[in-house]
């Protein structure tokens, strides 16, 4: 009884540590899960921060590898902040120039006079430019003048209704304004792409001088040493674009051109490529090549200039 009573009892002690081992295991198995979570979790914070520097390393390379706007390097951004600006350039133009109208032809045939050809005119000379801004308004002047001397005998000229058919002096002027009113179409930090409008007056003027020959119904008259002047003027409205790019530091390109097709009665375009270098921050030096081109066919008058060449200017900006 008593050996019964004792392994009863054996078995029922075996029976309790059993039941209070289990909860220990159940404890233990909960904290290494607790545990494992939190190596999950420290892994995925570690991923995320090495994600967040290689985005932030992304991000400093892009940042780094745009130039933000420099204002000075485009017109219209400098206008906005120095208002006014002052330009001077030499611009060395090759002239091409014809014409025919009634106070100049070729006296026989009536047909367009080679002012360069014909009257020997040097055709390349010194054309002065101011260009004054006011924002993003400008007003540019050009004065281009040549002169030659040319025998008419072979090929004479009449000029406001007088032969020249001898010795001649000719004295050839062209005056160009062009007002334009500039408009942003599209900008970047590194490009801009502008429109503009405005109004473009022009006028040539030839002073002719030499012998001439006064003829009456067809029969010489007499003979004298004459001056005489033809010219022609007219205002032309314009449109145009120009697109501006920083290049490098402190220097920016441009490339730009307005005029009006006129159809059957001509054109007129003003074109120009340049570029510019900023060693302070109002004043500039640029350099480039412009072709400015005039035809205008009319009833019986025929003009064509066109003035083709290299120039080079600085601007300060106040």
Known sequence: MKKTTLALALAMSAVAATASAAPLTEDAASTEAVAADAVTDATADTAAAED?????????EAASSVSYEDPKLFDDARGASQNIAVSARYFRPKLTAKVKSDDIQQYYTGKQVDLVDTLNIDDTSSAPELIFSFRNMKLDYIHFSTDGKANLASEPIKVNDYEFNGGAKTDLDFDYLKFDITNPLLHTP?????????????????????????RKSGQVAYNEHRSETADFAA?????????????????????AISGLPLGNYGHIFDSELGIAYFPADNVDIQAGYRIIDLKIDRDDDYGQFKLAGPWAGVRVWF
């Open 52 to 60: 967040a520097i290689f985005d932030d390393a992304e991000m400093t």
């Open 190 to 214: 590194n490009f801009h792409l502008d429109w503009s409008y405005g109004l473009t007056g022009m006028r040539w003027k030839a002073k002719v001088q030499g012998d001439a020959t006064v």
């Open 235 to 255: 205002p032309i409205p314009m449109i145009g674009l120009k697109a501006s790019a920083a290049i490098g530091n402190n220097f920016s390109a441009h490339a």
